[in-house]
């Protein structure tokens, strides 16, 4: 019975060669690999665009992220920690001296947020051995534009990738051991995934065109198009000099509307009768801005991001909705972190303590603060927290203080005496104060 049931019957992939499957994308340009520099183009181009793509990721890098120790040895946990350049959940990590050669989680951090831009972000493992044990020397990133095959077994397990060989050289091939892959919305075999662009695709595309269309309306029509009209044709001219005079007016004006520019010293001389009159469109001209307003729209709400089009121009809303948006916002947020973690623990903490401490070792997994949970620290809070006892006035709070107010340093030399405090009140163990004489009632 244990036989059949290790052994799987049914695929997820029936070519191993992932980038000779087709992917379900109907749209051409969009189609692995063409989309790449399509999303890189909207990202780079679109003020919309790059709005919602950094509302997404730098609340995801501004968190602060630590390493659990998960119930591995204190060993174990240093070193991840150490490896990774992140604190210890609970306590705090003393900062290198040097950080050139070592792994910056920031930097790989910014990198694996990319798929959500492209759809995958794919990552080297290099170490390096200092003796005793393999240290993690970089996740080196691997661009999509480089990446020219995926292997992909037939159960959906990523097998290896392959990029596009340098001058001279063969297609260098990374194989699953040495990968680290952050895909997003991955479905089966599908290590492309899918970008957080692809639904904003086509609002991003008709609002170029609305944009274009715009723009050449202005230019076209924001000053009026130069018309001239010739004057009338002298009585008792013979027919050939009639329409030699006429052309050679003609020409004439012509060549005058074409040349005509605004300015201070703008100008023009025409013959008696003839006129020069600036046209404008009769009629309303095409409104471009409301159809432009609403595909930045259709772009924000494809990363659940709405709070973005309220407080623009002619848009209405209330804070309360607002505040609604935002936070159905960070929870979509907090699933993003998630997944980085899983994949992060998975495939970097976890080959990193295999290497060095064995399989059967536990291993720390990566953790970070809810996004959106930290609170400023005001003074009265500051107050509160001590008066209670929850935090204790030491030097490096008063330290803290000095900072976030923009106070001077703490001098020693010129410090003076605090004022006495209020003696505490009497332990409820002792016995009760006499009360003073009164003299007898009669």
């Not at 920690?81 to 705090?92: F, K, V």
């Not at 947020?113 to 044990?133: C, I, K, N, P, S």
């Not at 709070?397 to 030399?413: A, K």
């Amino acid at each position: 019975m244990v036989g059949p049931l290790t052994t799987e019957k049914g695929y997820a992939v029936q070519n191993q060669l992932f980038w000779e499957l087709e992917d379900g994308e109907d749209t051409p340009e969009l189609r692995w690999p063409l989309n790449i520099p399509v999303y890189d183009r909207m990202r780079r181009q679109d003020a919309q665009v790059i709005s919602v793509i950094r509302a997404v990721t730098l609340p995801i890098r501004r968190t602060e992220w630590r390493i659990d120790p998960n119930g591995a040895p204190p060993e174990v946990a240093e070193f991840v920690a150490r490896n990774l350049g992140l604190p210890l959940m609970g306590s705090t990590l003393e900062a290198p001296m040097r950080t050139r050669g070592r792994f910056s989680w920031q930097e790989h951090l910014r990198h694996a947020l990319l798929m959500l831009t492209f759809g995958h972000a794919f990552f080297e493992q290099v170490y390096q051995y200092d003796g005793d044990r393999l240290n993690l020397r970089k996740l080196a990133y691997r661009p999509p534009l480089t990446i020219s095959r995926i292997d992909v077994a037939s159960d959906g397990g990523l097998v290896a990738i392959e990029q596009h060989g340098t001058t001279g050289k063969t297609d260098p091939r990374i194989p699953v051991d040495r990968l680290v892959a952050y895909v997003n919305d991955r479905e089966g075999g599908n290590w492309l995934g899918a970008s957080l662009l692809r639904p904003a695709y086509k609002s991003w595309v008709l609002k170029d065109r609305g944009l274009r269309v715009e723009s050449q309306t202005i230019v076209r029509n924001g000053l009026g198009v130069p018309v001239y009209e010739a004057s009338e044709t002298p009585v008792g001219l013979p027919a050939d000099d009639i329409k030699r005079r006429q052309d050679e007016e003609m020409e004439a004006g012509r060549k005058l509307a074409m040349a005509y520019r605004s300015g201070s010293s703008a100008g023009a001389s025409i013959p008696h009768g003839a006129g020069l009159d600036l046209k404008g469109v009769s009629g309303n001209l095409p409104d471009a801005r409301k159809p432009i307003q609403y595909y930045d729209e259709q772009i924000a709400r494809a990363v659940l991001a709405h709070f973005l089009n309220l407080g623009g121009d002619d848009t209405t809303g209330s804070y309360a909705l607002g505040d609604t948006f935002a936070d159905f916002f960070t929870l979509s947020l907090q699933t993003v972190a998630n997944q980085i973690a899983d994949v992060t623990t998975q495939h970097v903490i976890e080959d990193l303590v295999d290497l060095n401490f064995g399989e059967d070792v536990p291993a720390p997994r990566i953790a970070f603060d809810e996004i959106g949970s930290r609170h400023p620290a005001t003074a009265e809070g500051i107050r509160a927290l001590v008066e209670c006892g929850a935090l204790t006035a030491d030097e490096p709070l008063e330290g803290f203080i000095r900072t976030t107010h923009g106070l001077p340093d703490h001098d020693p030399d010129t410090a003076r005496t605090r004022p006495n405090t209020p003696a505490a009140p009497d332990d409820p163990g002792d016995d009760p104060p006499v009360p003073p004489d009164t003299k007898e009632q009669t």
